[in-house]
């Protein structure tokens, strides 16, 4: 059987809950790419008809365009590879697929198998995420991942001499992933957790939070960070644009979290806070 892979061309706040909703579909292998996403389901399952009514439900909310076509199973292996290239970051990490050789010149090397979910390293904000990581001291700190995706930034601060890691996903096939790429990478101790900023909700404090999820969830949220920082402790936020940055700063002020720096490519940003 062969496979049809879809390419949609969306905005990112949008690209994990239609993610999801492929997922229903029997779409069952994501990629990021730099617009959005590619996904990939066997051909005897595929319906344009169905995938046509998913986006039709969005339409009032974010435009999508997509195109199909159809890969043969003896080159999936080929396609995977196509989609997912080995990366650098920060001059020091190296992001690969279980396929891929490990590098020789790699600090750290992390072993991400992305299946349905996102941060393999190649969306901007994964990667600003990971290099504000570098610059921040994880030792023996206790940390929290928000939206964690494959796990990535929870791996990268095991990497790093973190002691203590829980990782938070609202998706089940999320939640799974993490927990295997987690495993894969030497980190089967990560509590992978299956919910969102209620999961954390009396926790013992954390000395560093990552939270890489979008402008409105990250708004909402803030406060229930806050709560389970330590004093003078960190938090790491992406999956805004630049001209978000104010109002993420103003939501920050208002919590006692002072703005330390930000990174920005292709006009997105990750942003450092530090609470009082």
Known sequence: ?????????????????????????????????????????????????????????????????????????????EEWERNFEPLFIGDQVSVRASFHEKPANAKYDIVINPKMSFGTGHHETTTLMIE???????????????????????????????????????????????????????????????????????????DLILANINRNVLLEDMPAYKAVLVPEGWLLLSGFYTEDLPIIQERASELELTYISHRVKNNWVSAIFKAS
Request: net charge negative.
């Open 1 to 77: 059987m062969d496979f049809i892979e879809v390419t949609l061309k969306v905005d990112a706040d949008y690209a994990d809950i239609l993610t999801a909703e492929l997922g229903e579909l029997g779409f069952d292998a994501f990629v990021e790419t730099e617009d959005g996403f590619s996904a990939y389901i066997d051909e005897d399952d595929f319906s344009e008809e169905a995938l046509k009514e998913v986006f039709e439900r969005y339409n009032a909310f974010v435009q999508v365009a997509y195109t199909t076509q159809k890969i043969e199973r003896q080159n999936w292996n």
């Open 132 to 206: 504000n990581q570098l610059t921040l001291d994880h030792q023996n700190k206790r940390v929290l991942d928000m939206g964690c995706g494959t796990g990535i930034l929870a791996i990268m601060a095991g990497e790093l001499g973190a002691s203590e890691i829980v990782a938070v996903e609202i998706e089940d096939w999320t939640v799974e992933n993490a927990r295997e790429n987690a495993a894969l990478n030497g980190y089967g101790s990560i509590d992978v957790r299956l919910g969102g900023a209620e999961t954390i909700n009396g926790d013992k404090p954390y």
